[in-house]
């Protein structure tokens, strides 16, 4: 049981370039999401899928895209990265009722 | 808009030590509230879950409390140990439904 998973670990992208943040849980849970985390700003959500075939935009939602691709697996895109993209995200996933969201490791991303 | 704040940004105290780390919340009707513990490099764990019904809940050497009136919750740590060096967040939750908001954190170091 890997729990919450995410690849990559690290990525350094050009302003201007492309790229997916892959994120993959094993516990059958419903909802999962996608948080940045930055110095001084705390954890923000970017989007949230409560359920599969669902997702919903969180608080900073610009510049991202989302899919659920399947109950396990919710993709982060950025279409054209910006230096303001440049944070660690993270993914989770919870399960209804205990309430409790279980994250993953993190994904640290600078865009110069 | 809730607003979370956790206060001291950052706490180093020697081994054994009790100690309480703080969180404030503006607006008094949550749901519930959550601490979770950060290690360098990683995800965030949850540590406690409070509903909004309850007063406190208690995990081993953790005891967390809420009073929703004033809109606090601190986290009790007992004989505290290097290894609970970390950053502690709360998070609350407004609704059933809602998104989490998180505070930014309590880094601790508890010095050998």
Redesign the interface.
């Known amino acids: 049981n890997a729990g919450v998973t995410q690849t990559p670990k690290f990525q350094v992208l050009k302003t201007g370039q492309s790229m997916t943040l892959q994120c993959a849980q094993d516990m059958n849970h419903n909802s999962m999401y996608w948080y940045r985390q930055d110095p001084g700003m705390g954890l923000r959500l970017i989007y949230y899928s409560a359920s599969e075939g669902t997702t919903d935009k969180g608080e900073v939602p610009n510049g991202y895209n989302v899919s659920r691709l399947n109950k396990r697996e919710f993709s982060l895109r950025l279409e054209s990265a910006a230096p303001s993209q440049t944070s660690v995200y993270f993914c989770a996933s919870r399960i209804q009722g205990p309430d409790t969201q279980y994250f993953g490791p993190g994904t640290r991303l600078t865009v110069l | 808009k809730q607003e979370?704040t956790q206060i001291p940004a950052a706490l180093s105290v020697p081994e054994g030590e009790n100690l309480v780390l703080n969180c404030s919340f503006t607006d008094s009707a949550i749901y519930?509230l959550?601490w979770?513990r950060q290690d360098p490099?990683?995800?965030?764990?949850?540590l406690l879950?409070i509903q909004s019904s309850q007063r406190e809940q208690t995990s081993g050497r953790l005891n967390a409390s809420l009073d929703k009136s004033s809109g606090r919750s601190t986290l009790y740590i007992a004989a505290s140990q290097p290894g609970d060096s970390a950053t502690y967040?709360c998070?609350v939750?407004e609704t059933s439904?809602s998104?989490?908001t998180?505070?930014?954190?309590t880094q601790l170091t508890v010095n050998p």
Do not use: D, P
């Open positions: 979370v519930n959550q979770f490099g990683k995800g965030l764990t949850s879950l967040l998070a939750k439904g998104r989490l998180f505070g930014e954190g």
